[in-house]
């Protein structure tokens, strides 16, 4: 749910205009419509509800931040947690901008990062494994401009977004039978390369194809816009959804499930987490698990290749029991390294505190008794 904001003619709305102007420089233009939206509702609030608050000195937290953040909550119908959150934050940069640039500190302390509401931490949600592979038959079987768009989004995990962004020469040469696409500028303001297959790039030379032959103006990007980029999004995800049903899904499921199925899908393949991150465009690994599903099965498989093959143990050494150790020097040292590797699989099965403190005095004499041994071979 979005707000219809009326124009402001508070005698502030210029200098809000302007913060947010310069806030907005390096973002889209969305963003910067967003910004004036959020501008526009604060002052057409205090314009309504605290007329004689005309300047930036005499705005307050109480009441004018508490009074606009309860008008907010309270919207008939109810905004997302998201969008109130949106709004908060936008107010807040504003305010930060204006305490920058008018050398009034006072603006800074408006709002606080608790007034923020939290969002629900919702799951990832991946396609089922049923429902991916329906989907991916019916978008082979159609193969249109926006089948092959879909797909380009299941097999490299873009936002729908920055694949409606991707520019004509998209598809780039990284070595023999090596290629990537390249993901320009999106959500983050980050471009990265994604690694592909053979298969990625018969749909982006398919999608070229479809371009050459469609009658509308030359624009550079790789999918034609009928007539905004707005459209052609509108456009995709109504294809999706008529996809969906077509095959015969009857829960709602919406193309940004394609990024958490890539996501789940290359974990399962063994993709670090740190290479998924740089896959996904994330800044923070937090936010790409919050992406992955990881399932009861996932968890089995990695339990039992850890017991299978344990990483983080040290390697049993190759040595000969205690009781066939010989009466030598030989036989010492060897009775002596055998009792180093128990004592430090013991010790790491204790959690920390004063018996594994004990034990670790105890492996720094083991080792200088076995240093100190070793030189009666040199007697």
Same mark, same amino acid.
């Given at each position: @749910?979005?707000?219809?904001?009326?124009?402001?003619?508070?005698?502030?709305?210029?200098?809000?205009?302007?913060?947010?102007?310069?806030?907005?420089?390096?973002?889209?233009?969305?963003?910067?419509?967003?910004?004036?939206?959020?501008? %526009?509702?604060?002052?057409?609030?205090?314009?309504?509800? !605290?007329?004689?608050?005309?300047?930036?000195?005499?705005?307050?937290?109480?009441?004018?931040?508490?009074?606009?953040?309860?008008?907010?909550?309270?919207?008939?119908?109810?905004?997302? $947690?998201?969008?109130?959150?949106?709004?908060?934050?936008?107010?807040?940069? +504003?305010?930060?901008?204006?305490?920058?640039?008018?050398? +009034?500190?006072?603006?800074?302390?408006? +709002?606080?990062?608790?007034?923020?509401?939290?969002?629900?931490?919702?799951?990832?949600?991946?396609? /089922?494994?049923?429902?991916?592979? *329906?989907?991916?038959?019916?978008?082979?079987? %159609? #193969?249109?401009?926006?089948?092959?768009?879909?797909? *380009?989004?299941?097999?490299?995990? @873009?936002?729908?977004?920055?694949?409606?962004?991707?520019?004509? #020469?998209?598809?780039?040469?990284?070595?023999?039978?090596?290629?990537?696409?390249?993901?320009?500028?999106?959500?983050?303001?980050?471009?990265?390369?994604?690694?592909?297959?053979?298969?990625?790039?018969?749909?982006? !030379? =398919?999608?070229?194809?479809? %371009?050459?032959?469609?009658?509308?103006?030359?624009?550079?990007?790789?999918?034609? =816009?009928?007539?905004?980029?707005?459209?052609?999004?509108?456009?995709?995800?109504?294809?999706?959804?008529? +996809?969906?049903?077509?095959?015969?899904? &009857?829960?709602?499921?919406?193309?940004?499930?394609?990024?958490?199925?890539?996501?789940?899908? @290359?974990?399962?393949?063994?993709? /670090?987490?740190?290479?998924?991150?740089?896959?996904?465009?994330? $800044?923070?690994?937090?936010?790409?698990?919050?992406?992955?599903?990881?399932?009861?099965?996932?968890?089995?498989?990695?339990?039992?290749?850890?017991?299978?093959?344990?990483?983080? *143990?040290?390697?049993?050494? &190759?040595?000969?029991?205690?009781?066939?150790?010989?009466?030598?020097?030989?036989?010492?040292?060897?009775?002596?390294? *055998?009792?180093?590797?128990?004592?430090?699989?013991?010790?790491?099965?204790?959690?920390?505190?004063?018996?594994?403190?004990?034990?670790?005095?105890?492996?720094?004499?083991?080792?200088?008794?076995?240093?100190?041994?070793?030189?009666?071979?040199?007697?």
């Amino acid at each position: @749910m979005r707000l219809r904001i009326p124009p402001s003619r508070h005698p502030l709305t210029a200098l809000f205009q302007r913060a947010a102007e310069s806030l907005t420089t390096s973002l889209g233009k969305d963003s910067a419509h967003y910004y004036q939206c959020t501008a %526009r509702h604060f002052l057409n609030y205090l314009d309504a509800q !605290h007329p004689r608050a005309r300047s930036l000195q005499q705005l307050r937290r109480d009441p004018h931040i508490l009074d606009w953040l309860t008008l907010l909550r309270s919207h008939q119908p109810p905004l997302s $947690k998201v969008t109130v959150g949106h709004h908060v934050i936008r107010l807040r940069r +504003i305010l930060e901008e204006l305490a920058w640039s008018k050398q +009034i500190p006072l603006l800074t302390h408006l +709002i606080r990062a608790d007034d923020i509401p939290r969002t629900d931490q919702c799951l990832p949600r991946p396609l /089922t494994a049923e429902q991916d592979q *329906l989907i991916l038959q019916e978008l082979l079987r %159609r #193969d249109d401009r926006d089948s092959n768009a879909l797909l *380009l989004l299941r097999h490299t995990g @873009m936002r729908i977004g920055e694949c409606l962004d991707l520019p004509f #020469d998209c598809l780039r040469t990284l070595g023999q039978d090596q290629w990537a696409i390249h993901v320009p500028l999106g959500k983050l303001q980050t471009e990265r390369l994604v690694p592909v297959d053979s298969f990625v790039c018969r749909i982006v !030379h =398919r999608l070229r194809t479809l %371009r050459s032959q469609d009658s509308s103006i030359a624009d550079g990007f790789l999918l034609a =816009r009928p007539r905004c980029r707005y459209t052609l999004g509108y456009y995709l995800r109504t294809s999706f959804h008529e +996809i969906a049903a077509a095959v015969g899904i &009857k829960t709602r499921v919406v193309p940004h499930q394609f990024r958490h199925t890539y996501a789940t899908e @290359m974990l399962r393949a063994g993709v /670090t987490l740190p290479v998924l991150m740089k896959l996904l465009g994330h $800044k923070s690994p937090h936010m790409t698990m919050r992406y992955v599903q990881v399932s009861l099965l996932d968890v089995e498989r990695e339990f039992e290749l850890a017991r299978s093959k344990p990483r983080h *143990l040290l390697p049993t050494p &190759k040595v000969p029991a205690v009781h066939s150790a010989t009466p030598d020097l030989s036989g010492l040292l060897t009775s002596l390294h *055998l009792a180093q590797h128990v004592l430090e699989m013991f010790r790491r099965t204790l959690p920390a505190g004063p018996p594994r403190r004990l034990l670790d005095r105890l492996a720094n004499r083991l080792t200088k008794i076995v240093s100190e041994a070793r030189k009666l071979d040199r007697s």
